[in-house]
């Protein structure tokens, strides 16, 4: 079985992460590594202004401080009308403020555009960083919808509750978890390293 790092201190993405393992089974081939279970605690700062910047950040971090390959992603919300706002700097902006507060401050911000364009997105992207070689390799992914008018549902995790999927009509937090992982950026961005990762020799 291989095993490879994911470079995260966020359990709920961690998770998210090990449930696309298993639902594109690949978890009888692919063994997923916590930062946690390595005992690493510090983070760098991420200071680029592109998801695969900081992903690439991420990854070259934690490779050479363990000396292993490790994979590391970035993702971000993103308003259309509001110029991709908040978007690189979803994480950060508005630093030590709950999630239903940006949320409240996202709508606020659109509302006051009176704009009709709801379009609105997530972005991930995905860098895999073979230690052994020095080799980048990225793998995006976004999952396309628009903006809610309030935030809806419970199942809720980061901007969910006020991304409407586009083909089922309901916000991100109001999807069942298995139905997220299969349609999410993450899935996108994820399924298409796995895959690269299966195949890959390292």
Known sequence: MKEIIFST???HKLKEVQEIVKDIHYS????????????????????HL?????????AVFYGNLLKKSVVADDSGFEVKTLGNFPGVASARWMKNKPYNEKCKKILEMFRETKSDNRDARFVASVCFYD?????????????NGSISSRQKGTNNFGYDPIFVDKIFRLTASELPTFVKNS????REAMEKFLT????YEN
């Open 183 to 186: 349609i999410s950026h993450r």
């Open 131 to 143: 230690y052994n070689h020095q080799k980048k390799y990225f793998f995006d992914g976004y999952w």
């Open 28 to 47: 009888d081939a692919i063994k997923i590594i916590s930062l946690e279970q390595l005992n690493v605690t510090l983070e760098p700062e991420e200071t």
């Open 196 to 199: 690269f990762f299966h195949n």
């Open 9 to 11: 201190h966020n359990n």
């Open 50 to 58: 592109t998801y695969r910047g900081n992903s690439e950040l991420k």
